[in-house]
């Protein structure tokens, strides 16, 4: 684990990963990739303590060789003679692994382990050899080079991504640490480099090593979990941070914020932060907590709306904190003017510092605001000696944005109400024009920033903040010229800490892995790339990027934050009424109207959608994320490699069809489309001859193409967004409902051109009209239900599909079966009755007993299903007779024989 970075003072311990090999075992000093066939180590064959043994060897102690060019090539050659490569092998195993003797005197070990700070004493080599380019040494082509150690990388993280279950947590994270080490190494040699800003194609070099950190054999999850992180934090830092060193620095910090409870948190989103009307208090100085007794001090609300209300000025209000003779905190209201300095404050409601019910706040409270101004005050005097000392005024929403109307408040008085709106109308100002804006998050004020790590500082401000969490709190970093962050010691510029982290990455190579993650991070607070972000479809994923695990605790103004952070129209918003989807539906078309066009494909990455009619199709929150979130982002991105070893997904608009929003329709678009229908006598009762028909999933025969297909429900695979469609039919019969009930439906796929269907992404739509006009001129309405996968049956599934279809088809023909079917259908209200329980009876043994017949006479269906289902299912399979009949549908592709073509279609 010490080739990875870690805090000044870790929350645990850190042990030592195991060296398995016995001492006399060997790195073969062979090609790298055909080790395992070389050692005939391949398969399941191989045991958990071999492959200890094997994978230390190998993709340890291999890996290194290889990039030191020590390892002969495939063709045999060698870079450096053997008989170096076996001195310098000696000297890696002398000096990377490690004994720990036992304390007697004898000279039996006790312990080895791999050192990892002599591997990293060896990473000036591995740069060096990187180097070298064919003037240097004609044998080594750079292109080549990278190629094959790209290929070995790859390996390595394929092989260890497969390790059995009980691998070493320890080993698995020192190879995937070498190999994050490696990868940078490649990407910051000069030929790499060079290749890169000449517009030469460079091979894909492996960047994702922290895949499997919080497997759950791992430890890590559970472990940050106990150390007072939130599910959702887990899930953040593990979608927007890339690297396995950021990642395993992170599982080494704290965040145990007191007062805040994650056990009602999720994956999606954290509920510690929310505010609770009705039982949210304002807090008082946490210095003086226990011991204070002061009262609310209230602003001069008549001069604040006097500011707000002037025409002329169209500004806001700033404030003084004094203290008069006597000692008293004093509040002075002025109004903002390009001569004023003043410090706006940027905090976590949930910290006790806002007021829902009126412009008020604890004394102590304001005192304390004012001498933390003027920290920020004595810190920007003190680093600017040529300039003339300033003073600041203090500007907090808690008292300069007078209270929300409430519902309570009926009839609302309209003049309050117009006061209220501008200043909402104005908070981009607020933070435009602060000198500096100061935040407080108690999460990084419980910790000194001066005695830890600039990596450390930086990662608790934008990975472990509650600060980072917020919506509101995003326009307010974003807005800012200065940003301070306030900890236990003072404010801290997080500008300052990077400089002084990219300085200690001069002297260790692996900041620079921390580096790339939180550069990210600034680059999402930084207010001109989301400005100058050109109004195409990458529009929508600025939004997202920048919304993605934020919360707000009144869901109305998500459309407002949009609105100011994209510069939209936030009066229209305002002016809407005061709900979230209303203000949605605005959002959505503000975006058509700069944009042009909606990407077509926002219909499969709806979930959580807007109720009202014709907008079925659109996601009323930004908010959630991962995969059972809200999350517009879209297959079909175009993938670009950087230099730092960070892959970016941009959309590839130029492949992306578009859609058009018909206000209370729904969305025009083109997209290839599939009907299925029924193709059994309805309504059928089949189904209800087997009892927990679960149906996970709809096969069907795609008769254009002669293809079996099933239909998987994306929500099955990957949870269910919460807010988003949840599965309430007994025994998630949800496709069977869909055909019985509508008799066809309609699968619209997320991409044209791929000649079929396999695994697609798939929308599953409920016709509105009648299918049998769909054209690609004049639309076709459906109405959006939900989100599937699209898979061809393998040949086995095709071989049991088409054998119970015949059989179900074939007894199902036979004049005692439709006799038997009709009297299910007239006592189907009264199953518990003795005519519906004989005819059920009878006609499950003539299902039976042909399905028995038909395994005994065909072994490759008997196969087939040995092979899908595993052994003793003879007298079990006929259950699936039933459902082939009550559930049978076939489907035919509109839109070009593939189904390749598009047609036009209305989702609603």
């Not at 497969?162 to 994050?180: D, N, Q, T, V």
């Not at 002061?294 to 500004?315: F, G, I, R």
């Not at 109305?556 to 002016?575: M, R």
């Not at 997320?750 to 396999?758: F, I, Q, R």
Request: aromatic share 10%; hydrophobic share 35%; with cysteine.
């Amino acid at each position: 684990m010490d080739l990875l970075t870690i805090p000044i003072k870790p929350n645990r311990p850190l042990g030592k990963t195991p060296y398995y090999p016995a001492t006399d075992e060997r790195w073969d000093l062979g090609p790298f990739l055909s080790y395992a066939n070389r050692k005939d180590v391949t398969g399941p064959s191989v045991s958990l303590d071999q492959q200890h043994v094997v994978y230390t060897t190998w993709l340890y102690i291999g890996l290194l060789c290889e990039f030191l060019c020590m390892n002969a090539s495939s063709d045999g050659n060698r870079l450096i003679p053997l008989e170096e490569a076996q001195r310098l092998l000696e000297a890696i195993y002398g000096d990377c692994v490690t004994t720990i003797f036992n304390d007697d005197d004898s000279d039996s070990f006790r312990f080895h382990y791999l050192n990892g700070q002599a591997v990293l004493g060896l990473m000036p080599n591995i740069q060096m050899s990187l180097n070298f380019t064919a003037d240097e040494d004609p044998r080594i082509v750079p292109a080549t080079r990278y190629g094959h150690l790209a290929e070995c990388l790859q390996l390595t993280s394929r092989m260890i991504s497969g390790a059995h279950k009980g691998f070493s947590s320890s080993l698995k994270l020192a190879i995937c640490a070498l190999g994050e080490c490696l990868s940078f190494k490649i990407q910051q040699s000069k030929p790499f480099i060079a290749m890169v800003v000449e517009g030469i194609s460079t091979p894909a070099i492996h960047s994702d090593w922290k895949k499997s950190f919080f497997a759950p054999d791992g430890g890590f999850e559970k472990h940050m979990l106990d150390r007072g992180w939130c599910r959702s934090d887990l899930s953040r830092v593990n979608a927007l941070y890339q690297r396995l060193h950021t990642l395993f620095y992170l599982s080494l910090m704290d965040r145990i914020i007191p007062g805040r409870d994650h056990s009602g948190c999720n994956e999606h989103r954290c509920s510690a932060g929310q505010i609770v009307d009705g039982t949210y208090k304002l807090s008082h100085d946490p210095a003086l907590e226990k011991e204070c007794g002061c009262e609310e001090m209230e602003v001069d609300l008549v001069a604040v709306n006097s500011v707000l209300a002037d025409e002329d000025l169209k500004t806001f209000p700033v404030l003084v904190v004094e203290q008069d003779e006597s000692g008293k905190v004093v509040l002075k209201v002025r109004p903002f003017t390009e001569k004023v300095k003043y410090v706006a404050i940027s905090h976590v409601w949930a910290d006790g510092l806002g007021n829902t019910k009126a412009n008020t706040l604890q004394t102590c409270q304001v005192a304390r605001l004012g001498r933390l101004v003027k920290a920020v005050e004595d810190d920007f005097n003190a680093k600017s000696p040529e300039q003339p000392p300033v003073k600041y005024c203090l500007w907090i929403d808690t008292l300069c944005v007078p209270v929300a109307p409430r519902p309570e408040d009926e009839p609302v008085d309209p003049e309050r109400l117009r006061i209220y709106h501008l200043a909402l109308g104005r908070m981009k100002d607020v933070y435009v024009d602060a000198a500096h804006v100061l935040v407080l998050d108690k999460a990084l004020m419980i910790y000194e920033a001066e005695t830890r790590h600039p990596a450390e500082a930086l990662l608790r401000i934008f990975a472990s903040s509650q600060w980072m969490r917020r919506l509101w709190c995003l326009q307010e970093g974003v807005f800012a010229q200065s940003l301070y962050f306030q900890f236990q010691d003072g404010p801290i510029n997080p500008s300052h800490f990077m400089t002084a982290l990219e300085n200690t990455a001069k002297a260790d190579f692996r900041y620079h892995h921390i580096i790339g993650d939180l550069t990210d991070e600034f680059n999402r607070l930084d207010n001109n790339r989301l400005q100058q972000r050109p109004r195409n479809h990458d529009f929508l994923l600025s939004i997202q990027s920048a919304l993605s695990y934020r919360a707000v605790t009144v869901p109305s103004d998500e459309p407002l934050c949009i609105a100011t952070l994209f510069g939209l129209d936030v009066p229209a918003i305002l002016a809407a009424p005061r709900d979230l989807e209303s203000r949605m539906k605005l959002i959505w078309q503000m975006i058509q109207s700069e944009v042009g066009s909606l990407p077509a494909l926002v219909i499969f990455r709806a979930d959580n959608t807007i109720s009202s009619p014709g907008w079925g199709w659109a996601s009323k929150t930004f908010l959630l994320s991962g995969h059972g979130g809200s999350s517009i982002m879209m297959p079909g991105y175009k993938t670009f490699h950087y230099i730092d070893g960070h892959t970016k997904h941009w959309l590839s608009t130029s492949l992306i069809p578009t859609a058009t929003i018909i206000p209370d329709q729904g969305l025009e678009l083109t997209l290839p489309g599939l009907i299925i229908e029924s193709a059994t006598p309805s309504p059928s009762v089949w189904d209800r001859l087997i009892t927990g028909n679960d149906e996970p999933y709809l096969c069907f025969y795609n008769e254009t193409e002669q293809t079996w297909y099933k239909i998987v429900d994306w929500y099955r695979l990957y949870g269910t967004a919460e807010g988003g469609p949840r599965e309430s039919e007994p025994n998630h019969q949800l496709f069977h409902r869909i055909v019985e009930d509508l008799g066809k439906a309609v699968l619209l796929r997320s991409e044209e051109g791929k000649g079929n269907w396999a695994g697609s992404l798939c929308l599953l739509g409920r016709p509105t009209t009648n299918l049998q006009n769909t054209s690609t001129s004049s639309p076709t309405p459906i109405r959006w239900l939900r989100k599937v996968i699209l898979s061809p049956l393998s040949q086995h599934e095709t071989i049991i599909a088409q054998t119970l279809t015949f059989i179900s088809r074939a007894v199902a023909e036979s004049p005692e079966a439709k006799s038997l079917t009709q009297t299910l259908t007239d006592h189907q209200h009264m199953s518990d009755g003795e005519f519906f329980k004989s005819a059920r009876e009878k006609l499950r043994t003539m299902l039976k007993t042909q399905t028995i017949k038909e395994w005994d006479s065909c072994p490759d269906f008997a196969e087939a299903v040995t092979q899908v289902m595993g052994e003793g299912m003879r007298e079990y399979i006929w259950a699936g007779t039933a459902v082939r009949y009550g559930s049978y549908r076939v489907g035919r592709n509109v839109g070009g024989k593939k189904g390749d073509e598009g047609v036009k279609w209305v989702v609603s």
